[in-house]
């Protein structure tokens, strides 16, 4: 199918993570855990998938099931569900990374990847997507640190007892900041309106602003910053505070727009994925994922 797929708006691998509600305690990586579908924690089996969309089309090629620790680490419980022994822990984020290698490993198109915080928090997630050559539009969270050059000066570093300077590489015009912080000390004029797409009833549209930071994550182990990135902050207008944010290595001249599309073109797969839980009994869902890993 991948062949008639039109990647002429563009192409996306889109990272996401399916919760299935589930009773009992027998069925193979059931336990209390987030579970998207219900919105809160509960009793469920989850797993992670890859998929390949266009503008007008997605595709899953890979998916594979969570297995939570008190499952991996529990022989008896592996041995009565008939867990393979070879399949150890791996945490979200390091199974969306195995897919992603398999897939530049089997000759799929390039894609931008696409993912929600759960992957996006992640730097050696990040840091692995970029390892792969691809670049990448994903959720962060609130409390993610980065160094900017509009906020104040930072104190001076202070080394360790290792000796090491707290802050390598920082340079006097930067500063390290939460990104809830840096996104209120923005100007109300860095904040446009930004149509994505048309929806059902209306164009969806909010309020945007883009920074260029750095990412900050244990600097001390390092002797210069990483590599400039985009912050891309969504602030609805009249909330108190803003709504979410995205992490992109997209090119340093893409405009707002795109960057806006790109980020929110994760809807083709959440869309896909409620056409598919339409169609099949939630029961039989997870027994696509057992067999495909």
């Known amino acids: ?70 499952w991996s680490d529990d022989p008896a419980r592996r ?81 360790n007892r290792a000796g090491r300077v707290a802050c390598c590489g920082a340079r ?19 904040y446009r309106n930004v149509i994505w797409r048309e929806g059902t009833c209306a164009a969806l549209s909010s309020r945007f602003a883009v920074v260029r930071v750095r990412a900050s994550h244990r600097d001390y182990w390092r002797s210069t910053l990483r590599d400039e990135e985009w912050l891309l902050i969504e602030w609805p207008e009249g909330d108190p505070e803003p709504l979410k944010y995205w992490l992109s290595t997209l090119p340093p001249d893409t405009t707002l727009e795109r960057m806006v599309h790109v980020a929110k073109m994760r809807w083709r797969i959440a869309a896909y994925i409620a056409r598919r839980l339409q169609r099949c009994p939630l029961c039989s869902a997870p027994k696509i994922y057992l067999l495909t890993q």
């Open 79 to 159: 041995r009565k569900a008939g867990v393979p022994e070879e399949i150890e822990f791996s945490t979200k984020p390091e199974i969306a990374t195995g897919q992603l290698r398999e897939a530049r490993q089997s000759g799929a198109p390039d894609g931008i990847v696409l993912a929600d915080a759960g992957c996006g928090d992640d730097t050696s997630f990040r840091e692995a997507v970029s390892e792969l050559g691809l670049q990448y539009a994903v959720g962060i969270r609130s409390n993610t640190r980065v160094w900017a050059r509009l906020l104040s000066l930072p104190s001076p570093p202070r080394g």
């Open 1 to 70: 199918m991948l062949p008639h797929m039109d990647p002429a708006g563009g192409l996306y691998w889109i990272i996401d993570d399916t919760g299935f509600p589930k009773k009992g305690k027998h069925s193979v990586g059931v336990a209390r855990q987030y579970c998207g579908q219900l919105g809160k924690q509960d009793n469920c089996q989850v797993a992670v998938s890859l998929s390949v969309a266009t503008e007008d089309a997605s595709l899953p090629v890979s998916y594979r099931l969570y297995l939570p620790r008190e």
């Open 172 to 190: 006097r015009d930067m500063s390290r900041s939460e990104i809830k912080d840096l996104a209120s000390t923005l100007d109300a004029s860095c």
